[in-house]
């Protein structure tokens, strides 16, 4: 080994050590120590991945809103396309499916679907003669469709009885009259349905209809988070909880269909526990009108983001007024996150920016004090971007949200790795955000999991410890994800208490001194087995 190799490896356990110890001196925010939080995800906001029995009773529930499928003429053995991807024409002429094959369901009722094309139009029997095309913006009942299955075969019928055709021209006819058998006749189709991971409260609520609906969801919420959450947190050492809510909670108790009325009851009684354990709360916006970022989680209907217009923006200013004037003198109260996870792809900077600096002013309205939190954009940006922009003056913050997931880059990590990149990737970025001289800094999403298999309990722990040690830098602090989760690694509760998370103390520099300790060990192996 090279001396000056040794130089600075040495000078790197130094660096460590110094950062190590510096974090024995805790921050505060506003004399409240700093955040060590936990999500209430999948409780507000329906997010199926965390609780897939929610959507089990949904009859024909493979074909929820959003699911893309493609047709196939079972006379021609040709696929469906519409030409150009929409906006004209419809065919059937070929051979391969790719985007102008697909189309996304907009479900009407448990048989009625409207078919949407990747460019955004819907499939129409309006007009040109007798054959359906792909130009009309807004549905209607022109571009309604019942659809009759039979395992993967599909007949499509109109409201005026007659069937969808193929025709040896090509096109796609509504003519077929009578009842058309399941052989390989011109109105039968194979549907393949190649994706339907949305399921979201769009989805289950849209799935359910609007009285089943509000039966699940009632008892989601009244059964999902209770009082004795709350309390297992608090005996956690656990200060926050982070609470996704949806924009129709401002409409409340008779939000626009298909949402369903009774989240602001169930965000009451969370202000209520909170208070009773000594617990703080921030509000997060997760699902704003149009979708910010297509995903489930906020209550997109079919995947598409559109949520950067000016009439989406002032109707989520409007969710802020709303949430600001009823919660603002809540003690609970820490802070409102005006928009979870913007599409960096979708949502242009300055539109985010002049959104955050609009809603950081109507919070000021109702609260001089209350964390103003604005979200990095998700995708291709870097958070830097929001000190920059200079938005607000007091009291705001920047969330981050750090997964070892999601992303190809961390497909092929071992363990050793995973931590690694904690070290040399997040605590840089978290130190260069805390000394930017703006807003604070909050890691407002993190998991233990990772894309390991078969990782031992004790490489868990380590990763967690890891994580626990360089989040907690963050000025303003971190919040789990999540409270409870089908898939147990994601899952608070199951970490604690099977202690794959070991979350320490944070009123007691000994567990402080105890998790460093063995931060520092770790970290110290790392770069001696490096070679
Ligand atoms: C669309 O279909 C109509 C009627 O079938 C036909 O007249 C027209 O040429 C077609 N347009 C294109 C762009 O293929
Ligand atoms: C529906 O389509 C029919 C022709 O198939 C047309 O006469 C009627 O005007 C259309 N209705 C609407 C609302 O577009
Ligand atoms: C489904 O199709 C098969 C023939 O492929 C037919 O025997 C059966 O009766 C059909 N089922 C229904 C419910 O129509
Ligand atoms: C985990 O890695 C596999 C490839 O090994 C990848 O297909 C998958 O998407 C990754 N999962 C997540 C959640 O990132
Ligand atoms: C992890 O990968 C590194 C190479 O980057 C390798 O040196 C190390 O042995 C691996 N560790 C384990 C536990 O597989
Ligand atoms: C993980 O464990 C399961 C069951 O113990 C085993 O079948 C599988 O081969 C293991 N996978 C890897 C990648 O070691
Ligand atoms: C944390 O410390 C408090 C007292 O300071 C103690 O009551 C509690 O049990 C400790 N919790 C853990 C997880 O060690």
């Known amino acids: 080994m090279e001396m000056g190799q040794q130089c600075r490896r040495w000078a790197l356990v130094l660096v460590t050590l110094f950062w190590a110890f510096s974090l024995l001196c805790c921050s505060s925010v506003d004399g409240f120590s700093k955040v060590r939080g936990v999500n209430l995800g999948g409780w507000l906001v329906v997010e199926g991945w965390i609780k897939p029995s929610l959507f089990d009773g949904i009859p024909n529930g493979d ?3 959003g699911t893309q499928i493609q047709l196939m003429s079972a006379m021609l053995q040709k696929y469906v396309s519409a030409e150009n991807g929409g906006g004209s024409n419809v065919t059937v002429d070929r051979d391969t499916a790719s985007s102008w094959e697909t189309f996304k369901l907009w479900r009407v009722s448990e048989s009625e679907f409207q078919f949407r094309c990747f460019k955004g139009q819907f499939l129409t029997s309006s007009d040109r003669g007798g054959f359906i095309s792909a130009t009309v913006d807004s549905p209607g009942i022109n571009e309604t469709f019942s659809i009759e299955r039979n395992n993967t075969r599909v007949h499509i019928k109109l409201s005026t009885g007659s069937y969808v055709q193929a025709t040896w021209g090509n096109q796609l006819a509504f003519n077929y009259q009578g009842e058309p058998g399941w052989d390989d006749n011109a109105a039968t189709f194979e549907m393949t349905i190649v994706a339907n991971n949305l399921h979201g409260e769009y989805q289950l609520t849209n799935g359910y209809g609007h009285d089943r609906a509000k039966e699940v969801l009632m008892k989601h919420w009244n059964t999902f988070v209770t009082a004795n959450d709350f309390d297992f947190l608090s005996q956690s050492s656990i200060n926050t909880v982070r609470i996704p809510v949806g924009w129709w909670i401002a409409h409340d108790p008779d939000p626009p269909a298909p949402f369903t009325g009774g989240s602001l009851a169930a965000l ?3 202000f209520v526990w909170a208070q009773a354990y000594d617990l703080k709360c921030i509000i997060d916006l997760h699902a704003a009108p149009g979708s910010q970022n297509g995903m489930e989680h906020s209550a997109s209907r079919d995947g598409s983001i559109d949520w950067p217009s000016d009439d989406y923006i002032s109707q989520t200013l409007d969710v802020i007024d709303f949430l600001s004037s009823r ?3 809540y003690p609970s109260l820490l802070g409102i996150e005006l928009l979870n996870e913007p599409s960096a792809a979708a949502v242009p900077l300055d539109v985010l920016v002049s959104y955050y600096a609009r ?19 998700i995708g291709n940006a870097d958070p830097m971007e929001l000190y920059q922009a200079n938005i607000g003056v ?14 190809p880059y961390f497909d092929d990590l071992n363990a050793t790795e995973n931590i690694q990149f904690i070290y040399k990737s997040r605590m840089p970025q978290v130190q260069a ?14 998991t233990n999991e990772w894309n390991v298999t078969n990782a031992s309990r004790f490489q868990y722990q380590m990763f967690g410890s890891v994580q626990l040690d360089v989040y907690g830098e963050a000025s303003f602090g971190w919040s789990y994800w999540t409270l409870k989760n089908d898939e147990r690694h994601w899952d608070f509760e199951w970490n604690i208490k099977k202690k794959y998370l070991l979350l320490g103390n944070s009123s007691t ?22 070679t």
């Open 509 to 530: 520099k000994s567990t402080n001194f105890f998790l460093l300790a063995l931060a520092c060990g770790l970290y110290l192996a790392t770069i001696v087995g490096m």
């Open 394 to 407: 007091s009291n705001t913050v920047v969330d981050l949200h750090y997964y070892n997931l999601f992303d």
């Open 359 to 377: 809603g950081y002013q109507i919070v000021r309205n109702y609260s001089p004090t209350v964390y103003v939190i604005f979200c990095q954009r």
């Open 327 to 329: 919660y603002a003198n």
């Open 433 to 446: 955000l805390n000394s930017a001289n703006g807003p604070l800094v909050f890691v407002g999403e993190w």
């Open 63 to 65: 074909m929820l809103d």
């Open 268 to 270: 009451d009684r969370a």
